[in-house]
């Protein structure tokens, strides 16, 4: 296990900083927050020009055939950069179990169109009430002989306004076994019946609710098979936990940073505030946690390439990012003074997203329970 990053993926990383920091600077993300799309157009196009759509796809399907933790290098930067738009969604959430267990039709025809960069993907799951298990999901599928119809409500569905597909996943019969009957679907967004309407949040991060009425989808339109679900479902918690946490590590390390500056520059009473033991503290308390979960989601994400069982380490890596993100964040602004709350400063930025991160994929209380499950308590 070396975590050392090769020449390739040193070259990704400056890459992708080099290449956010000049095309999506802070005062672009303050702008797409307030935004009707909540993403640039010009900018999704240039990434998949990039090669990051496809980055780990097949060659067959434009990728280029790079593996998890080059994605969470990627994933790192995009963090540390806050960058806007669907790319989690699209990637993280979809493109991966339909690259996992779409069939050779379904990954030909939606894994190419991502890559290229022609079509936003999005993952509808939660509903109201919150939860992953199969008794959380009301959405139901129901075969009337030529096809499933779906009807239900899906919450907080990221950047639903401007996808194109979703995978939506469905209750298509309580006593299916132990998969609970779920079944996860591709749904064109523009489909008959689908209304999507957008959620005002704190963070302007283009959240949805999306309503399904009679909305009709064929046979083909399964991802892997009908009542098994829970696996597509699974493997989905597993690799887009990672990558968010791979996200969030990339912004701590932002706000690590830029407070770090900050605290070195400051000049209080004829010397920087950074001289302050209480300011060495929290800056150091800030470091050991960041440092810490930089390597629980490199651990986590390379158990997975081995193949290796690794839901424990994953949760320990999405409790730890949601607690870390949380006090970075409030040390930050706590030495930066008021001024790092304001919508004006860059240090809110980051603040803003602070329970987006956290609830995506499960709060910190999920991932408890998980890692407790997995102890035999």
């Known amino acids: 296990m070396d975590f050392e990053l090769s020449e390739q993926q040193n070259m990704l990383k400056t890459m992708a900083r080099d290449f956010l920091s000049v095309e999506c600077n802070k005062v672009k993300v303050r702008d797409l927050e307030e935004s009707d799309t909540n993403y640039d157009p010009k900018m999704w196009s240039k990434m998949a020009e990039l090669g990051w759509l496809g980055l780990i796809f097949p060659e067959q399907y434009g990728g280029t055939g790079a593996d998890l933790l080059d994605l969470v290098i990627l994933m790192e930067e995009m963090g540390r950069n806050i960058t806007p738009g669907p790319f989690f969604a699209t990637v993280a959430l979809c493109a991966i179990p339909i690259m996992k267990f779409g069939n050779k039709r379904q990954q030909a025809n939606y894994l190419t169109s991502i890559a290229e ?9 939660e509903e109201r009430h919150g939860g992953y298990e199969a008794s959380h999901i009301n959405c139901s599928a129901d075969y009337d002989g030529k096809h499933f119809v779906i009807n239900g409500e899906k919450m907080f569905v990221p950047y639903a306004h401007i996808a194109d597909y979703f995978l939506v996943v469905c209750n298509t019969g309580k006593d299916a076994g132990g998969d609970g009957g779920l079944t996860t679907f591709i ?3 523009k489909s008959r019946g689908v209304k999507i309407e957008k959620i005002s949040t704190f963070a302007g991060d283009g959240q949805c609710r999306v309503r399904f009425r009679n909305v009709k989808v064929s046979r083909s339109d399964v991802l892997g098979r009908i009542n098994s679900g829970r696996k597509v479902l699974d493997m989905i918690m597993q690799w887009g936990t990672v990558l968010k946490c791979a996200e969030v590590s990339g912004a701590c390390q932002a706000v690590l940073e830029m407070t770090n500056n900050y605290a070195k520059e400051r000049i209080q009473f004829d010397k920087p505030i950074g001289s302050l033991m209480v300011i060495q503290h929290q800056l150091v308390d800030m470091f050991t946690d960041i440092e810490g979960l930089q390597y629980l989601v490199y651990y986590a994400a390379w158990l997975l390439t081995q193949g290796v069982k690794a839901d424990v380490q994953i949760s320990i890596a999405k409790a730890k990012a949601n607690k870390v993100y949380q006090r ?5 602004v706590k030495i930066h003074g008021a001024i790092g709350f304001t919508m004006d400063h860059d240090l809110g930025c980051y ?3 602070i329970k987006t991160a956290e609830f995506m994929l499960g709060d910190t209380s999920l991932h408890l329970e998980k890692i407790a499950s997995g102890l035999g308590l």
């Open 117 to 125: 960069g022609k079509s936003i993907w999005s993952l509808a799951i």
């Open 187 to 189: 749904v064109k967004a």
């Open 328 to 332: 970075a964040c409030i040390d930050g």
């Open 351 to 353: 603040f803003r997203r």
